[in-house]
């Protein structure tokens, strides 16, 4: 492997996903300014920010449903500023989204199927025939979904089960299992753990970390649990009044006084450090007490 001269340390793979200078105006309202980071693969990244800070707009931006008015999008190396959102989904993005957007009186299963239709290569004539190429596809596409999904999710009790029956934090599973079955490379998750218990919170935790590990899928989310987001992160980019204000490992964005002004309105850095603690159910450990 090239190593950077004299140094002995691999130079850095290109991100898989790198967004550069995205600005996004409403009307006169700025919801992105300038914003620039790169998601490696392979990596949990987060992007987290205080209300408005602009988290959903850059989701929006970065899965098509927004045209930024400046700036781009590169996803694996192609400019995918101008490509449409289902094109995006093929290529290798999916998403969830903050509040859930199942359709509520199908099944489980039928709306994980939803998400793996993004990649059926049958043309309309096959389909409606339901003939060739479009049968063995669909039993290829059970099969993908109910043995590896399903089982992966551990929602195979509920897979007939309509989705409003469920409740809140078995749908955010169900929502998640949709994305996967689009097979992604990237998997965006829009606050994947927004109103759940603590229990569910660590399953959800747990099922992100097993994403990355089982299936190398790169992990990209907005969060608003702090905790969860510093315990996961390999990468945090942190937004305030849509502009990147801080990125790096979750210890150092704790460590910088502009994002404590952010959330605190101090640049008390150790208050942050406490705060984000109990916010994870910790205690902070002596050797960081006087850290600050
Ligand atoms: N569709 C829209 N039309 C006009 N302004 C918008 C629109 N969407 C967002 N904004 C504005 O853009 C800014 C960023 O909003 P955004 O929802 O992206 O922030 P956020 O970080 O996701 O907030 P939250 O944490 O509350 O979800 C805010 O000032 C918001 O009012």
């Known amino acids: 492997m090239e190593t950077s001269p004299g140094r002995g340390v691999p130079p850095a793979a290109p991100p898989l996903l790198q967004v550069d200078g995205v ?72 998403r969830s989204f903050q509040n859930i957007a199942l359709f509520r009186g199908m099944t489980v299963l039928d709306n994980i199927k939803l998400g793996r239709h993004a990649h059926l290569k049958t043309n309309v004539l096959d389909a409606l025939f339901y003939m060739g190429r479009a049968r063995r596809e669909e039993a290829e596409l059970r099969r993908d979904i109910e043995e590896r999904i399903i089982d992966f999710l551990e929602i195979d009790h509920i897979r007939h089960a309509p989705v409003a029956a469920l409740p809140y934090g078995l749908q955010k599973r169900v929502e998640m299992a949709r994305a996967l079955a689009m097979q992604p490379e990237v998997l965006m998750l829009d606050e994947p753990v927004a109103g759940m218990n603590r229990e569910e919170t660590e399953d959800m935790a747990r099922f992100i970390l097993d994403v990355r ?80």
């Open 23 to 94: 600005t996004l105006a409403f009307g006169g309202v700025r919801a992105l300014s300038g914003v620039g980071f790169g998601v490696q693969r392979g990596s949990i990244t987060a992007v987290i920010g205080p209300n408005g800070a602009g988290k959903t707009s850059l989701f929006n931006t970065i899965s098509g449903f927004y045209r930024p008015t400046a700036g781009s999008i590169r996803f694996r190396g192609q400019d995918i500023t101008r490509t449409p959102p289902p094109e995006r989904a093929r290529l290798g993005l999916a």
């Open 213 to 292: 590990a089982e299936w190398g899928v790169t992990v990209l989310m907005v969060e608003h649990d702090m905790g969860m987001v510093m315990d996961l992160s390999d990468h945090v980019v942190v937004l305030n009044f849509g502009q990147v204000i801080a990125q790096g490992t979750p210890g150092e964005v704790q460590a910088d006084p502009e994002v404590a002004r952010a959330y605190l309105g101090s640049g008390d850095v150790g208050a942050l450090r406490a705060k984000l603690q109990a916010a994870a159910g910790r205690a902070p450990a002596p050797a960081e007490q006087g850290a600050a």
